[in-house]
């Protein structure tokens, strides 16, 4: 399974970027479809994630202003971000976990970084 990111960019505070995520392969289900971020000196954190059911969960800082969304048929997460912050600054992570075709096994996958930078 591999997942192909884009969308990553630099905008000024305030603006916006979408970010898109699309898995290929073996799948028969995605399950839960995620985005991470990861800051200079800082671990990666959950940012949102959304389950087959379509429910999503943000991480507090981002609330308000973030909303991810998933296209079952294109396998695809999206994460729009508006009204960016300079501490929104990171390389962004899709992350996907489902279940491959044959062998029927979990897979839980990552995609390569994106990077958003937000100057003031």
């Known amino acids: 399974v591999q997942l192909q990111a884009s969308g990553g960019g630099s905008v000024q505070a305030g603006g916006s970027l979408r970010l898109s995520c699309a898995a290929s392969g073996p799948i028969l289900r995605v399950n839960v479809m995620a985005w991470y971020r990861q800051a200079p000196g800082k671990q990666r954190a959950l940012v949102a994630s959304i389950s087959s059911g379509g429910t999503t969960n943000y991480a507090d800082s981002v609330k308000g202003r973030f909303t991810i969304s998933r296209d079952n048929a294109q396998r695809t997460v999206y994460l729009v971000m508006n009204n960016l912050e300079p501490e929104d600054t990171a390389v962004y992570s899709c992350?996907?976990?489902?279940?491959?075709?044959?062998?029927?096994?979990?897979?839980?996958?990552w995609g390569q970084g994106t990077q958003v930078t937000v100057s003031s």
């Open positions: 992350n996907i976990v489902g279940v491959k075709t044959y062998p029927m096994v979990a897979f839980n996958a």
